[in-house]
């Protein structure tokens, strides 16, 4: 298990301030316009116990991000202190926004919060426009946000539910080593190329036995 | 038949129907939780027998709004309420699934912590307009011989029209390979070589030992 596909699903759902996981009695609760909120650790919805982080053994490569495609909704990568999307002029900017990679992709895109029926949740599907490529390496040692931002906010008359989905592979140990050296052969990091390292590992070895006369 | 494409579908509904209220927010083994269809005993692998799991998905759910009120059908899914009784403005279940192997849960949360699983919303069942997948279950996840594995379903909203489930409310998939036999060994053989197990790979493997043979 050292090549693991693992996903983090965030919302502003929540029945108290500052909340880990997620409970049975959570309720939607608003989202400030133009505020960036990390989905790890931002005190909103469901969060974790500490920041997200690689450590001296792991390897993480994100390979999509989305986000509902409500209210003006995007979502932005931070590795260390650095922004990965930028502005053509080198600003900041929000990042991917919700309609081009939607969470759910079918979702709706608009609301109707002065209705209180089904037609509320317009007939509209979402379909992604985006896709993450090439991947986003988290290195050994670094530290990663996932940051959501809202345009327009939430409204006051009725609260609109966001999400947020982050699909990544972590690479852990002999892996995340591999992964390393990978990057330094400027070789794409994905499990294909991984499993290709370590048979190309086993054929040198199996070819210097060979040459030495030993054992095969 | 040594490499056979297996499925499995769990549903809350049907077997020892699901009482929504009592299994909120509880982990229900699909296999053997004593709600919905179940099996005889828990899933696992003999000796001589290896599994790879390569896609599950669950109920898929919607997040609306706080003032839409619950048992609403939005896309073909009832809005629903938390455990205490008020409207959430979830359309859905809010169900998550887990892989555990052994006693190790598969998938984790960025500080290592053991988490719910693969949303509905990311990975959808039944798959519809409204809701596509967003997640492939890439790499696969094997389950080698001797081990015990299990898939475990959370949900956290009440979205159920009666008090018991009725089918197609909560349902879960898996979909994996089995190799059996000679077909296992190969596969074991394929992991020592750091080759992803799949069908055409043991082929290749057997293939080559033909030629090797000749």
Do not use: H
């Not at chain 1, 900041?92 to 949740?121: E, F, K, W």
């Not at chain 1, 008359?157 to 982050?166: D, G, M, P, R």
């Not at chain 2, 990311?122 to 967003?134: A, E, H, L, M, T």
């Amino acid at each position: 298990m050292s090549m693991r596909s693992q996903v983090y699903e965030w919302s502003n759902l929540q029945a108290n301030a500052n909340q880990l996981r997620r409970t049975t009695n959570d309720l939607p609760v608003a989202v400030t316009a133009n505020r960036e909120y990390d989905i790890f650790t931002g005190g909103l919805g469901n969060n974790i116990t500490k920041p997200a982080e690689t450590t001296a053994t792991q390897f993480i490569v994100i390979e999509d991000i989305a986000a509902s495609p409500l209210i003006g909704g995007a979502v932005q990568i931070r590795i260390n202190t650095t922004d990965y999307f930028q502005n053509p002029d080198v600003t900041d900017m929000s990042g991917i926004p919700g309609l081009a990679s939607p969470y759910p992709r079918g979702a709706n895109s608009s609301i109707d919060t002065a209705l209180l029926t089904a037609a509320a949740v317009g007939t509209q599907n979402t379909l992604k426009s985006f896709d993450l490529y090439p991947d986003v390496y988290v290195l050994p040692g670094q530290t990663f946000q996932i940051l959501y931002s809202s345009r327009d906010g939430t409204t006051a008359l009725s609260t609109q539910i966001v999400s947020c989905f982050l699909k990544y592979t972590l690479y852990d140990g002999p892996d995340a080593l591999i992964a390393n050296k990978l990057l330094e052969l400027g070789v794409t990091i994905n499990p294909n190329n991984v499993d290709w390292y370590k048979r190309s590992l086993i054929e040198q070895q199996q070819r210097s036995r060979a040459v030495a006369g030993g054992p095969q | 038949m040594s490499m056979r494409s297996q499925v499995y579908e769990w549903d809350a509904g049907r077997g020892t129907a699901m009482t929504a209220l009592t299994s909120i927010g509880q982990r229900i083994s699909i296999f053997v939780g004593g709600i919905g269809n179940n099996i005889t005993k828990p899933a696992e692998t003999t000796a001589t027998e290896f599994v790879v799991i390569e896609d599950i998905a669950v109920t898929p759910s919607l997040g609306t709004m706080s003032s839409l009120p619950a048992a609403l059908t939005v896309r073909g899914l009832l809005t629903g309420e938390g455990a205490d009784g008020v409207d959430n403005g979830i359309a859905g279940p809010r169900a998550y699934v887990q892989v555990r192997i052994n006693t190790t849960d598969y998938f984790l949360d960025p500080d290592n912590i053991p988490n719910d699983g693969i949303p509905g919303a990311g990975s959808p069942y039944p798959r519809s307009i409204n809701f596509q997948p967003s997640f492939n279950l890439y790499p696969d996840v094997y389950v080698l011989p001797g081990q015990v594995w299990d898939c475990l379903v959370t949900f956290y909203s009440d979205a159920f029209a009666a008090a018991v489930a009725v089918e197609g409310e909560l349902q879960c998939f898996v979909k994996y390979t089995l190799y059996d036999g000679p077909d296992a060994l190969i596969a074991n053989k394929l992991l020592e070589m750091g080759i992803s197990i799949n069908p055409g790979n043991v082929d290749w493997y057997k293939r080559s030992l033909l030629q090797a043979q000749a």
